[in-house]
């Protein structure tokens, strides 16, 4: 196993600065700084006290969470890992119980708090030295060739590289892609809340909830609609969501009205009605879905400013990978430095976007995938086969090591990068041939049935 102790400090005379503080800024820090770098962060919010309900962590993103002090033992006292998933019809009628991989390789499949692991990220990094600068507004990216950097207000900041990681509204992208472009909105929004299992106790309808000792993960299907209840014993407490049709403003705190929520799923199973009337109104939130398309250029003309996560590759809730994605975008990044050293950062970014690219443009597509087999159902085909209706669990997703991947392939890719030679990813699914695609191409099969070969991520014989 490899730990903090064991890790050199290659990376001693690098700079870097970071734009966000959320999963992918924090994880890019923390990668940095662990190999020596000297890193500062700067983050809009004035505080880290984030909204956050559930998020998940594949074993992909715990193995590298791993070596980062006692995170990984923080995420398996206070998550869950549910081993099965129970998809029902609006009625409440079971469809599938599928079940649901609870490891892989040993590390954990997590269900936790997006708030309070976000918090240990922040409070990891700053031990390791990162400098983190809370409510400050960055103006403008720039980058020279031998710098990169940004304004806050009417002060220069300057380093060897800058790593975009400020969301869907980035201003990083902007920069990289010189195109300022706005998200698009999806159509949908998700009421979300996070909530004490006590609130579940006292209803004779909820109650077997709120007293069981494992944890439950539900998920209802209508058509444009889905609802989805999680509980976790360990932190005493439940989320619920539901999706809806909206134009409301992009907002993570726009407060929430129960009874909206509850006239989306009027008539539903009287389980889930009696389910969200126990949530605190307070902490009902109404989150808007944004898209942007798989941008395939994530790296700066000049070579030194990069994005990551969701300022490269937004992923609907759906493919529950997105956290777990940007933190393999930070590691992918610190290796790629490591390998190619300070004076080649623009190599190593560059490499970084060729080892990483190709496989997050199938997950954020696993997460329309997924949304649109719930919304648009085929019931024909799964009165033949419920499995059609499974969250996709592939082992080409949970199964790779995003770090032992990079440095066992930086140096196919950067001949790819400088000299063309031809490079195949392996960390997509067996034989995959990489096809690009955009928001209009999925919006196209909104309100019908997809042909099952207009499918990429959803192979039953590639699973965990």
């Not at 919010?45 to 956050?52: F, L, V």
Request: proline share 5%; with cysteine; hydrophobic share 40%.
């Amino acid at each position: 196993m490899v730990t903090e102790m064991a890790i050199v400090k290659t990376l001693e005379n690098l700079n870097a600065l970071v734009i966000g503080a959320g999963f992918g800024g924090l994880a890019s820090a923390i990668e940095l700084a662990r190999r020596g770098a000297k890193v500062r962060v700067f983050e809009s919010a004035p505080d880290m006290k984030r909204q956050g309900d559930v998020i998940q962590l594949g074993p992909n993103a715990t193995r590298l969470v791993e070596h980062w002090g006692d995170i990984l033992d923080d995420i398996k006292e206070t998550s869950v890992s549910p081993n099965v998933m129970t998809i029902m019809k609006k009625d409440g009628k079971v469809i599938l119980d599928q079940d649901l991989p609870t490891e892989y390789d040993g590390y954990p499949m997590s269900y936790g708090n997006r708030g309070r692991i976000q918090l240990k990220l922040y409070e990891y990094a700053k031990s390791l030295g990162v400098e983190v600068t809370l409510g400050v507004a960055v103006i403008e990216v720039f980058e020279t060739a031998e710098t990169a950097g940004c304004y806050i207000g009417d002060e220069k900041i300057e380093a060897d590289i800058l790593i975009g990681a400020d969301g869907v509204h980035s201003k990083s992208r902007n920069h990289v892609t010189g195109i300022s472009d706005r998200p698009k909105k999806s159509g949908f929004a998700v009421y979300r809340s996070w909530f004490p299992l006590e609130r579940l106790a006292e209803d004779p309808v909820t109650e077997y909830i709120a007293k069981s000792n494992t944890p439950i993960y539900k998920i209802w299907i209508e058509q444009n609609t889905h609802a989805i209840l999680t509980t976790n014993p360990a932190l005493k407490s439940a989320t619920c969501f539901v999706t809806h049709k909206a134009n409301i403003r992009e907002d993570w705190n726009l407060k929430g009205d129960l009874n909206d929520m509850l006239a989306c799923v009027q008539g539903w199973d009287d389980e889930l009605s009696h389910i969200i009337q126990h949530i605190p109104p307070e902490v009902l939130r109404d989150f808007k879905l944004l898209w942007r398309d798989p941008v395939s250029k994530w790296i700066s003309d000049g070579g030194r400013v990069c994005l990551v996560g969701d300022a490269a590759h937004p992923h609907l809730p759906t493919a529950g990978t997105g956290a777990a994605q940007a933190i393999e975008d930070a590691v992918t990044i610190a290796v790629a430095l490591e390998k190619a050293g300070r004076n080649n950062a623009p190599l190593a970014l560059r490499v970084y976007h060729r080892l990483r690219y190709e496989r997050t443009s199938l997950t954020q597509r696993m997460g329309w995938e997924t949304r649109h087999v719930w919304h648009q159902t085929d019931w024909d085909a799964v009165a033949v086969d419920p499995n059609v209706l499974r969250l996709p669990q592939p082992a080409w997703l949970l199964g790779v090591d995003a770090q032992q991947y990079a440095e066992e392939n930086f140096d196919a890719a950067a001949s790819n990068v400088q000299k063309g030679v031809p490079f195949i990813s392996t960390n997509v699914p067996p034989g995959n041939v990489h096809e690009e695609w955009t928001i209009e191409t999925m919006l196209s099969q909104e309100g019908k049935i997809a042909d099952k070969d207009f499918y990429k991520t959803r192979d039953p014989g590639l699973e965990a």
